[in-house]
């Protein structure tokens, strides 16, 4: 599919700069078919069924954005991917001036050295020293919001927090499975008593998520790799409770990704370690999941192809229409959809 066939307008002051306060008081677009409904999140107990099954990303956001010197050359790097115990590759600002071999001062006593580039552009670093490379991050990185933000304000202490959902427990991701942001213990107490019930799986999100697609064709577009995992025990949770006639919603498009890399075409899920680049645009068949919950995507990016593949395109334009109408706000601070497709 030609990828301006994905393309909308939206104003910039749609882009939301903080999330909602309190967070489960954010909007939520409700589309089921092809119909469309204006709700809260705090309604979302009242619009699943006893259950039904949401699946969270349980990663944890790294302060993952640096600023350092190669001599008397700024260099920033973002990391995206971990490689080993001290080795991550980066999208760097100003790589020309980053030869193999190098080393650059992030200050606060990290520093990494250059091991290698790759075609994409990203190097990658090895960082120095014995301590535990999170630690380094701690003392040295930001938060890495996403671009849209960050071109906007500088990030700060809040964003420690706010860029952080209550299900974060395994360190990786440089960037928020921002779906959950929404879910506080308010909300989680209304679902319990609805007897709909929660998994968490492991997706590392990366940076590349927030990289422009540059082709004029989805099927030249190289998906970048991140990391997951489900175990033996939640594959067979899932698997059981949709037997027993739950829906599977994802909570996020990171949480969907991993489910249908772990889905076979039977649609049983089988436990999964390792990376994922699946691509998911208009055709795909869904094997493993029956409904997502996500924020608002930019336009012509891998997230806004991959709801439009699980609604129908025309449907997603046209609650984007909606939705921008309505003057909801956009992207990872912004509001939410529940998106419910027909059964098939």
């Known amino acids: 599919m030609r990828v301006d066939q994905f393309d909308f307008e939206l104003p910039h002051d749609r882009i939301a700069l903080r999330p909602a306060r309190p967070r489960d008081s954010a909007r939520l677009l409700l589309v089921e078919g092809d119909r469309i409904s204006d709700k809260s999140v705090l309604d979302l107990s009242g619009l699943l069924h006893r259950g039904d099954v949401l699946v969270f990303n349980d990663t944890r956001v790294i302060p993952a954005q640096l600023e350092g010197k190669r001599g008397d050359a700024s260099i920033g790097a973002t990391l995206h991917k971990r490689e080993g115990p001290r080795d991550w590759w980066t999208f760097v600002r100003n790589a ?17 050295s250059a091991v290698e580039k790759a075609d994409d552009g990203s190097v990658l670093l090895n960082f120095l020293g014995d301590e535990p ?14 671009p849209y933000i ?17 299900f974060a427990r395994e360190k990786g ?19 319990d008593v609805a007897g709909i019930t929660r998994e968490t799986l492991t997706l590392h999100v990366g940076a590349g998520t927030f990289l422009p697609v540059k082709v004029e064709d989805t099927g030249e577009h190289r998906m970048h790799a991140e990391w997951g995992r ?31 890399s772990a889905a076979g075409d039977d649609g049983v899920i089988r436990p999964f370690e390792g990376d994922t680049a699946i691509f998911i645009t208009p055709g795909y068949r869904f094997k493993a999941v029956d409904g997502l919950m996500t924020n608002f995507h930019l336009p012509k990016s891998t997230l806004f192809m991959l709801v439009s ?23 990872s601070y912004g509001d939410s959809s529940l998106l419910l497709p027909q059964p098939k």
């Open 150 to 166: 960050a071109g906007k304000r500088p990030a700060d202490e809040a964003d420690r927090a706010d860029y952080q959902t209550m």
């Open 230 to 260: 489900i175990d033996a025990e939640t594959a067979d949770r899932l698997n059981k409770a949709r037997a027993a006639g739950g829906r599977l919603i994802a909570v996020g498009t990171t949480s969907l990704r991993l489910l249908e």
């Open 96 to 112: 020309k001036r980053v030869k193999i071999g190098d080393r650059i001062d992030f200050g606060s006593d990290v520093a990494a």
């Open 309 to 331: 593949a699980l609604m129908g395109l025309d449907v997603m334009k046209a609650a984007y229409v909606h939705a921008i109408s309505e003057g909801y706000r956009f992207y």
């Open 133 to 146: 490379v999170e630690v380094l991050l701690e003392r040295a990185g930001r938060m890495p919001l996403p």
């Open 173 to 191: 991701a440089v960037a928020a499975p921002t779906a959950a942001l929404h879910f506080t213990d308010r909300l989680i107490a209304a679902l």
